[in-house]
């Protein structure tokens, strides 16, 4: 039993109703108060303010004025911040899957190692923003300006990059890309790493083409390959039997 109740309960012992009345009134005020309180908290975010790790997955904050807010590891998947200003927010490895991004402004903000996986970053403003070794499989990035931007390492299986905005000086070495990713024809591909399918006769790695040549390297956080993958995987295979036997 909460503490309120007992109060409650000891209040209504004292005597008749009517001389317990007024004690009686004030614990359910306090009693509505610190639950309206601890609502508002659950869903509140600030501009400047430290919500590091905390829970808000789903939540509306469209619109809301957010800069330099922290959100470092914190649950926001689902959650819509379209509209919202993001400016040199901290957003490191924080879950933002399935969340609406779209139209926000994320310069200067860090998303280094967050979880966009079918987020919609649709004509967002992302100038000077790290989305370095960020999971961005299935998102959309339509119209999205890049410029100065940080994908390095990330994960862009699936995701639609095909008609961004800005992307002067946008970074996307070492980044992650399959059969199923749309990319706009300015971006420099020769610095990224192709997704080509399963690795032969290892289940858990994906064979990927880099400057290397082929190779395998660990399937976690990778998505099922497609069938255009495994074409693409199998084309790579004879390719690379044709030059062994030269």
Do not use: W
Not at 52 to 74: F, Y
Not at 124 to 142: C, E, H, I, T
Not at 193 to 200: F, K, L, N, S, Y
Request: proline share 4%.
């Amino acid at each position: 039993m909460s503490p309120l109740l007992i109060q409650l309960r000891q209040t209504l012992s004292r005597g008749p109703l009517p001389a317990a009345l007024p004690g009686v009134l004030a614990l359910l005020a306090l009693s509505m108060v610190m639950t309206l309180a601890s609502v508002g908290a659950a869903g509140t975010l600030t501009a400047g303010g430290d919500h590091s790790a905390e829970e808000h997955a789903g939540e509306e904050h469209s619109g809301e004025s957010l800069a330099r807010i922290d959100l470092e590891g914190a649950d926001l998947t689902e959650s819509d911040l379209s509209g919202s200003d993001l400016k040199n927010a901290n957003l490191v490895d924080a879950t933002l899957e399935g969340a609406d991004l779209s139209e926000t402004d994320l310069q200067n903000a860090d998303l280094t190692g967050a979880d966009l996986r079918d987020a919609q970053l649709e004509d967002a403003f992302a100038k000077n923003a790290s989305f370095a070794g960020a999971l961005l499989n299935g998102a959309s990035l339509v119209g999205a300006s890049l410029k100065n931007a940080d994908l390095s390492g990330s994960m862009l299986l699936g995701a639609d990059l095909s008609d961004l905005g800005d992307i002067k000086n946008a970074t996307f070495d070492d980044s992650y890309y399959d059969a199923d990713t749309l990319l706009d024809p300015r971006i420099d591909t020769s610095g990224m790493i192709a997704v080509m399918g399963p690795c032969p006769g290892e289940p858990d790695a994906m064979l990927v083409m880099g400057d290397d040549g082929l190779a395998c390297e660990s399937a976690e956080m990778l998505p099922e390959p497609s069938t255009a993958m495994a074409l693409a995987c199998g084309g790579a295979l004879l390719l690379a039997l044709a030059r062994r036997r030269r």
